[in-house]
């Protein structure tokens, strides 16, 4: 790794690390400018505190700072949306390189929600989204910002819940909200049904 440059390095692990679910991050900066881009580099981390994490990198062709990482500094707010298949395109759209101050959700023509306890708005398309503050910023390169994120509410879609039994909660009908992820490439994605079933082996294994 030490003899590659950060594209070599780059193309190795978005080409091997697959699928990697997609954050579709909204931020709000203090004089109202709203923001919104896709980030793969992302995964959840623990539940207490429910954590999630975002990898930003600095912009390829300039050396500066995503709008996103730049809003999240700034707020310490933040809302993810999962992306559903329905709304790859509008996802797709969203990772344009635009200039500080373009509205990407107007762009797209995406409709949002207020969020319930954070200021940027969360995306009304969505099956799944998270409200989350920061919990810690890692600058761990000069064009590396890694976010850690507390999820702070979560919303889900009322079509991908089924009625628990009495007393129970609802359970989530995830293969229903066709969440899409990363593949390998640079325009590649993978559709999230395919699953299959493998049970979990308690000790003692069972004898020959
Ligand atoms: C599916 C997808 C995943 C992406 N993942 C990342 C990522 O993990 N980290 C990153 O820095 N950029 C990632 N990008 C690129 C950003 O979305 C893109 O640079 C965007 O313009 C950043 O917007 P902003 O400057 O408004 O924050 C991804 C793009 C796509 C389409």
Redesign the pocket.
């Known amino acids: 790794m030490a003899d590659l440059t950060p594209s070599e390095r780059y193309r190795l692990i978005v080409n091997t690390v697959t699928p990697r679910p997609?954050a579709w991050v909204v931020t709000q900066g203090k004089d109202g400018t709203r923001?919104?881009?896709?980030?793969?580099?992302?995964n959840a981390l623990g539940d207490d505190p429910p954590l999630i994490v975002?990898?930003?990198?600095a912009?390829h062709a300039t050396g500066d700072a995503?709008?996103?990482?730049r809003l999240i500094r700034e707020t310490g707010e933040f809302t993810i949306a999962l992306v559903g298949e329905a709304d790859g395109e509008a996802?797709?759209l969203t990772?344009?390189?635009?200039p500080p101050g373009i509205d990407?959700l107007e762009l797209a023509r995406i409709a949002t929600l207020p969020s319930l306890l954070i200021t940027p708005p969360r995306i009304a398309s969505a099956p799944v989204s998270f409200e989350c503050r920061t919990w810690q910023i890692i600058d761990a390169g000069p064009r590396s910002t890694v976010v850690l994120g507390e999820i702070v509410a979560m919303h889900i879609d009322d079509a991908f819940l089924i009625p628990g039994a009495a007393g129970r909660p609802p359970r989530i009908d995830t293969p229903a909200m066709k969440l899409i992820g990363?593949q390998h490439g640079a325009g590649m994605y993978v559709r999230n049904s395919d699953s299959f079933e493998m049970k979990r082996v308690s000790w003692p294994l069972p004898d020959d």
């Open positions: 997609i923001n919104c881009a896709p980030f793969s580099f992302f975002l990898g930003l990198m912009n995503k709008d996103t990482a996802m797709n990772a344009i390189d635009a990407e990363r």
